[in-house]
């Protein structure tokens, strides 16, 4: 009885349009430009007006900036995202939300811009106590996913080798090599590190840092 209840009032408020809304599922176009033009369009299938839509990238709200290069134009249950200027730094999820006072529906497309590497974490110089452990991260966007290589100085001739080469206190975490570790460092640990982040397309980064290591050497 009260299910047969639930269904009547379910269809009454549908033959009132009282609607919660639903995304039509939408895709991002293939290899965008670097420097071109780009849009996704988001439109409900149903939903009782009126219907409020929001863009998020990676799960950040973005708003009308043409200051960004980001446009946002929406017409009743329709609304279009355009990014004038493409850069590698567009790649990443979007997501549509259409809500009213009955409900919300949200879909999410990711968004890959062939481009090189950018920065997003350097490492810099470090001094850390013997024993103790290090964590360096060296992590940068782009599309293909850039993977990252660790280099240490060595020997009379300061040739730059593989970090693998040396220790067995070492190890990399992540995916593509992003995160190094050095556990209970000791004095060897120490000297001229570096390392290099390329995707394939040029040009490919690299940065230098300096590890101390401080304390009690037996």
Request: proline share 6%; aromatic share 10%.
């Amino acid at each position: 009885m009260i299910f047969r209840l639930l269904g009547l009032a379910f269809l009454f408020l549908s033959a009132f349009g009282q609607e919660s809304p639903k995304v039509v599922p939408f895709s991002a176009p293939i290899k965008p430009m670097i420097g071109g033009k780009t849009s996704l369009t988001c439109q409900s299938l149903f939903g009782s007006p009126p219907l409020t839509i929001i863009w998020y990238k990676d799960d950040v709200q973005l708003t009308d900036s043409p200051s960004k290069s980001i446009r946002i134009q929406s017409m009743e249950a329709l609304s279009a995202l355009i990014v004038d200027s493409i850069t590698s730094s567009s790649s990443g999820n979007y997501t549509c939300k259409i809500s009213n006072r009955y409900g919300s529906d949200s879909y999410t497309t990711e968004l890959l811009i062939e481009g090189p590497p950018n920065w997003l974490s350097k490492p810099s110089d470090i001094k850390q106590q013997f024993g103790e452990t290090i964590s360096i991260e060296c992590r940068a966007s782009g599309y293909p996913k850039p993977k990252t290589t660790w280099k240490k100085m060595k020997g009379p001739a300061s040739n730059w080798n593989q970090i693998e080469d040396y220790y067995s206190n070492m190890e990399t975490i992540g995916s593509n090599n992003e995160k190094l570790i050095l556990r209970n460092v000791t004095r060897d640990n120490g000297g001229r590190y570096g390392c290099s982040i390329s995707n394939g397309i040029q040009p490919d980064l690299w940065t230098e840092f300096q590890v101390t290591i401080d304390g009690k050497f037996s």
